[in-house]
């Protein structure tokens, strides 16, 4: 197994989203390395067993709830500095062309998406820039792409792509280090059949693909990025699996 070494002394980190896939893998990862580290989702029986598993602290809180992460941030800063943040939650509803997409949908996946990821920002961005740390943004190749049935998730990862993007431009000289990681056809137990609503269907986006990312494939990105010295920072990280040339060439082969 890789070892990321921490690039601050006593640095803890607080990883959104973390009650399953790329979250959960990310705890996963990092607490294995010996980081301080808290989990924070809206499932507290999934945060439960994941802190049974890895050790890890944990808060049950929804990043909607602009107060709530406000008081999140306040009390985890109280018992000791936040240094890192992975702005992970987030998620699709919904795969219909324009002409018939839903605006519930739409909603959804922007509060979770856009309004999540302001929220997070602002609970904790006073004591980063009081302590210095990390915001790594966990967004999609969905924030720079478009494909057909996807305007409602790629018009929602854009808008949240511009948050890590102008705040390196409002933040440039104090210490905190902005991350985007930007991950294409990742397969996880949860997004696709969320978005699309039935085992069935979320198996055909991955039908025919010769291993597609997986969870711990991002982990690992997340954790090289937030290892690396206090001097550097990987401003945007586009990856995707092999059999993916961009969200609508993918090669596909029988039996797989």
Request: glycine residues 8%; aromatic residues 6%; charged residues 20%.
């Amino acid at each position: 197994m890789t070892t990321y070494s921490q690039p601050r002394p006593h640095s803890r980190v607080v990883v959104t989203g973390a009650s399953s896939g790329i979250g959960a893998a990310t705890v996963r990862l990092l607490r294995a390395n010996g980081w301080d580290t808290v989990a924070v989702a809206r499932r507290e029986d999934r945060l439960a067993a994941l802190s049974k598993e890895t050790g890890c602290s944990y808060r049950v809180c929804d990043v909607t709830d602009a107060e709530a992460m406000r008081a999140l941030a306040a009390e985890l800063n109280e018992e000791a500095p936040v240094t890192a943040v992975v702005v992970n939650a987030g998620g699709a509803h919904g795969s219909d062309p324009v002409a018939e997409g839903s605006v519930e949908d739409w909603t959804w996946m922007y509060e979770v998406n856009v309004a999540g990821a302001l929220n997070t920002t602002q609970a904790f961005l006073p004591g980063l820039r009081e302590h210095g740390g990390d915001l790594l943004y966990l967004t999609s190749t969905a924030a720079h792409e478009t494909y057909p049935g996807g305007a409602g998730y790629t018009a929602a990862k854009h808008a949240e792509s511009m948050i890590p993007q102008t705040m390196r431009l409002e933040l440039v000289g104090e210490p905190v280090r902005i991350f985007e990681v930007c991950p294409g056809m990742v397969k996880t137990e949860e997004f696709s059949l969320n978005r699309l609503g039935s085992a069935d269907a979320a198996a055909k986006v991955y039908e025919g693909v010769t291993n597609p990312l997986v969870a711990d494939d991002i982990a690992d990105i997340i954790a090289y990025c937030l290892s690396r010295p206090t001097h550097v920072v990987l401003d945007r990280i586009d990856t995707r699996p092999v059999a993916q040339a961009n969200t609508m060439v993918v090669a596909r082969h029988k039996g797989v």
